[in-house]
């Protein structure tokens, strides 16, 4: 946390994906670290902590999604991947500095960043810490490179920073920028959005009901 506070390097790193992997198993519960190769979009060449992160990322949006079954994540659990992706998403650029070169990388490591923040949000979804490094690199990055990415996943990226700063003054920003990406994709219903936001990092239960709620904001503009 003080490192996404202060922009600066951590100490250590640590990375536990894989004992979690192994650990849920032996409960019967599949946590794939794979799904990212087939759903998001561009995948190739990615970094490898980068890749580390996102596969993390997808990993425990499909485990949420689909393979706990009503059964409860214990807390250490949970914790261990909460760190090792940041860990990972830390190792490749740390927020004091400028964003990656590479478009790419830097909308992936930004949009993975906020939407593990969105999983540390307070029950009524208000930011359990401010973190204002990290919405300054967000906003620098849609707004200086994200028409060298793919359009869908810039989408999900302010998507996810629009529910990420809902409750915050920048949400009326987040939420002009996520209509006119929404236009430009041709999204004309929420069912639709959903479906291109699926496709990369998103925990139904966590996300569907703010998404939701922006969604329908955007819609009742003229």
């Given at each position: 946390m003080f490192a996404l506070q202060y922009g600066g390097p951590t100490l250590f790193f640590r990375d536990r994906l894989q004992d979690v992997r192994k650990k849920v198993a032996t409960k019967g519960i599949h946590f794939d670290l794979n799904s990212a190769t087939t759903t998001c979009s561009p995948y190739n060449s990615l970094d490898p902590d980068i890749e580390a992160a996102l596969q993390g990322a997808m990993g425990v949006s499909t485990l949420f999604n689909n393979d706990l079954h009503n059964r409860a994540l214990d807390c250490l659990t949970f914790i261990d991947i909460v760190?090792?992706?940041?860990?990972?998403?830390?190792?490749?650029?740390?927020?004091?500095?400028?964003?990656?070169?590479?478009?790419?990388?830097?909308?992936?490591?930004?949009?993975?960043?906020?939407?593990?923040?969105?999983?540390?949000?307070?029950?009524?979804?208000?930011?359990?810490?401010?973190?204002?490094?990290?919405?300054?690199?967000?906003?620098?990055?849609?707004?200086?490179?994200?028409?060298?990415?793919?359009?869908?996943?810039?989408?999900?990226?302010?998507?996810?920073?629009?529910?990420?700063?809902?409750?915050?003054?920048?949400?009326?920003?987040?939420?002009?920028?996520?209509?006119?990406?929404?236009?430009?994709?041709?999204?004309?219903?929420?069912?639709?959005?959903?479906?291109?936001?699926c496709e990369f990092p998103w925990i139904n239960s966590l996300h569907d009901e703010p998404g939701r709620e922006l969604w329908d904001r955007i819609a009742q503009w003229h």
């Open positions: 760190i090792s992706v940041f860990y990972r998403l830390l190792r490749f650029s740390i927020l004091n500095e400028p964003p990656p070169e590479s478009a790419v990388h830097a909308t992936y490591h930004i949009g993975l960043i906020v939407f593990m923040m969105t999983m540390l949000a307070r029950r009524d979804r208000s930011q359990t810490i401010k973190c204002g490094l990290i919405f300054q690199r967000l906003r620098a990055v849609l707004e200086n490179g994200s028409d060298k990415c793919d359009n869908k996943l810039v989408f999900w990226v302010t998507f996810m920073g629009g529910i990420w700063v809902a409750n915050d003054d920048e949400g009326e920003w987040f939420a002009t920028r996520v209509r006119a990406l929404a236009q430009q994709r041709g999204f004309d219903n929420w069912q639709t959005a959903r479906s291109s936001l």
